[in-house]
């Protein structure tokens, strides 16, 4: 049996707008492995539904993620784009995930604790499953790298969690129907068995780089996200030059200048944070950052840096506004993507159905 082979595998959610903290903790990075990689990338309506949408909302949402992946360099001819539930395979796999994994293993994920708030009994069941169906998504395509930002990270050992256990259960008939793949091949870091064979793969998360935590514009402490009520604290891709030059200028600081050293940061979280912005978008470290503008104040750094957000981020919102223009050719696009996806998720889907003995032929 061949071995799994690298393939990239991520999603995001259309549930708002994107801002720089999916720009620089995801899709830019998504952008740069396309040159290494057979990739899909997949906007995850299904997980978008675990709370309330809109559903007018969610049809324009799904089309502007999708602009904003091709915007931003995703190649869908090349790779693969698509939405989620274009390809019914996820849920069906997810519904089999669902009866492998314990409970105890989803109410213990952080995620689910901070969306479901003081009132989990009013949660969606959906909200609750959510892992489960994450980790369909990847492993409908054995997908073995998955680039995301640190917030997911408890996520995809979940996804491991699942790999692992059904490879076990199910170790007897992985053999029996010779579906089963050496896991020596992706680096399985628990087991020195080479002889251990499973028929889906340990998935390595890719957590890495300068940006892999964009945080508030308003509170340090606190990530930038989509659905702060306060749209001063994020910077969307679709913002224009001078609402990004405003919401710098504004941006939460504290009195004292730039330090000249990384280790100046500590305890100084938006300072840290805009360091960190400036360097991940101008693909440099932090280091190199404060050798340049240690010793300068905040109100000679902003202006600096908004005009390098302005630089790399209006092309990209100008392009979006071009593709968005044109929904039909959008939907053409995600249609394509998924039919190609579908190829290989029925193939694994066709597997697992004869390795859990669900009468498929
Ligand atoms: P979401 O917005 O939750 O659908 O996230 C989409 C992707 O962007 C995931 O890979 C997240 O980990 C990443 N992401 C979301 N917010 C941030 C942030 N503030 N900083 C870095 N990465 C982020
Ligand atoms: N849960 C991820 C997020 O909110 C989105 C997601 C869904 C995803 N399925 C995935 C990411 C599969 C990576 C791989 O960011």
Redesign the pocket.
């Known amino acids: 049996m061949t071995a799994f082979k690298p393939l990239v595998f991520?999603g995001?959610?259309p549930?708002g707008n994107l801002h720089l903290?999916?720009y620089?903790?995801?899709i830019r990075r998504w952008v740069a492995l396309q040159a290494d990689h057979p990739c899909l990338f997949c906007v995850v309506d299904l997980h978008a539904i675990t709370v309330w949408q809109e559903p007018a909302d969610l049809e324009r949402q799904i089309r502007e993620v999708t602009a904003a992946f091709l915007a931003s360099g995703i190649d869908a001819k090349k790779h693969i784009l698509f939405n989620q539930s274009r390809v019914p395979e996820h849920a069906e796999l997810a519904w089999i995930f669902n009866c492998i994994a314990r409970l105890g293993w989803m109410n213990r994920m952080t995620q689910f604790k901070d969306k479901a708030g003081k009132d989990r009994e009013n949660a969606s069941l959906g909200l609750l499953a959510y892992p489960s169906l994450m980790a369909a998504d990847i492993l409908a395509y054995r997908a073995t790298l998955v680039p995301?930002?640190?917030?997911?990270k408890q996520h995809l050992e979940l996804t491991r969690d699942i790999a692992a256990k059904f490879n076990h259960d199910f170790a007897d008939r992985i053999h029996d129907k010779g579906l089963g793949v050496p896991m020596t091949s992706i680096g399985d870091r628990e087991s020195d068995d080479d002889t251990a064979q499973g028929y889906f793969p340990l998935t390595e998360p890719l957590i890495e780089g300068p940006?892999?935590?964009?945080?508030s514009l308003k509170d340090g402490s606190k990530?930038?996200?989509?659905s702060d009520p306060s749209d001063l604290s994020r910077i969307n891709l679709t913002d224009d030059a001078d609402t990004i030059s405003k919401k710098i200028r504004k941006a939460k600081t504290d009195p004292a200048s730039l330090p000249s050293e990384p280790k100046g940061l500590a305890g100084r979280p938006e300072a840290d944070n805009l360091v960190g912005i400036y360097a991940a978008l101008a693909d440099r470290t932090k280091a190199e950052i404060l050798t340049e503008f240690g010793g300068r104040p905040f109100s000679e750094f902003k202006p600096v840096l908004a005009d390098l957000a302005v630089e790399k981020l209006s092309p990209i919102a100008d392009e979006m506004r071009r593709i968005l223009a044109d929904p039909a050719e959008i939907d053409r696009t995600l249609r394509d993507g998924a039919e190609r996806a579908r190829a290989i998720a029925s193939q694994t889907l066709s597997d697992v159905k004869s390795i859990v003995g669900l009468l498929n032929n």
């Open positions: 991520s995001v959610q549930t903290g999916n620089l903790g995801a995301v930002g640190e917030d997911q940006a892999t935590r964009i945080m990530k930038m996200s989509k």
